[in-house]
Nanobody, 127 residues
């Protein structure tokens, strides 16, 4: 089993930055592809960013491309989402997800492709 715990959310003004962290425990996720999703009030959960376990492949939703960066630490058990130039429409609960991958180049963008989820962290961007 893999447990994921997100942190780093909060209230920030438009144009500001936040860095979210996702700490994995229970099993090393060094060979897991990692993803970030978000869910705004009244909306469905949506894909934000994904990272292959090799770190060589990343993918971003068009809405965050150029503003958000997904990365992981050298040990591979903490994943980050650096969010810059935040907009009010980025307000949501952000979820970290993990899925074992059999290739270092794989990443996943769909909710059903992930088996493990964190509890979420709230990000609120004021205008």
């Amino acid at each position: 089993q893999v447990q994921l715990v997100e942190s780093g959310g909060g209230l920030v003004q438009a144009g500001g930055s936040l860095r979210l962290s996702c700490a994995a425990s229970g099993r090393t996720v060094i060979t897991y592809t990692m993803g970030w999703f978000r869910q705004a009030p009244g909306k469905e959960r949506e894909f934000v960013a994904a990272l292959s376990w090799s770190g060589g492949s990343t993918y971003y939703a068009d809405s965050v491309k150029g503003r958000f960066t997904i990365s992981r630490d050298n040990a591979g058990n903490t994943v980050y989402l650096q969010m810059n130039s935040l907009k009010p429409e980025d307000t949501a609960v952000y979820y970290c997800a993990a899925q074992r991958a059999y290739s270092g180049s794989y990443y996943y963008t769909r909710i059903l492709q992930y088996d493990y989820w964190g509890q979420g962290t709230q990000v609120t961007v004021s205008s």
